[in-house]
């Protein structure tokens, strides 16, 4: 049985830290890539980052420099670590998997199989 199974969120102040986590299971963890996404109240699914089989990784223009995203393939487990959180990062995150291709993606539309997501609160 597929799972991805998010974890990590929290409330949190603007400045601070959180890392997020997505414990994948139930499938060939090497034939799919994993993203995070994330939305907010009232708004669309956003893409926040992806990271590739080989590491290489893409970010949404709102969080670079400031999000993280990382793999420990040993652990089949993805990270999102967010540093200098601000109130409009709060939303409920996402991981999601596709299968991996040439290229990294962003867009919602191409990953197939969701988490339950995982709540990031960030007061002002």
């Known amino acids: 049985q597929v799972q991805l199974v998010e974890s990590g969120g929290g409330s949190v102040q603007a400045g601070e830290s959180l890392r997020l986590s997505c414990a994948a299971s139930?499938?060939?963890?090497?034939?799919?890539?994993i993203g995070w996404f994330r939305q907010a109240p009232g708004k669309e699914r956003e893409g926040v980052a992806a990271?590739?089989?080989?590491?290489?990784?893409s970010y949404a223009n709102s969080v670079k420099g400031r999000f993280s995203i990382s793999q420990d393939k040993a652990k089949n487990t993805v990270y999102l670590q967010m540093n200098s959180l601000k109130a409009e990062d709060t939303a409920m995150y996402y991981c999601?998997?596709?299968?991996?291709?040439?290229?990294?993606?962003?867009?919602?539309?191409?990953?197939?199989?969701w988490g339950q997501g995982t709540q990031v609160t960030v007061s002002s």
């Open positions: 999601a998997r596709r299968v991996c291709s040439l290229y990294n993606s962003l867009s919602p539309r191409e990953y197939r199989y």
């Open positions: 139930g499938y060939a963890y090497s034939f799919y890539c």
């Open positions: 990271i590739s089989r080989d590491g290489s990784t």
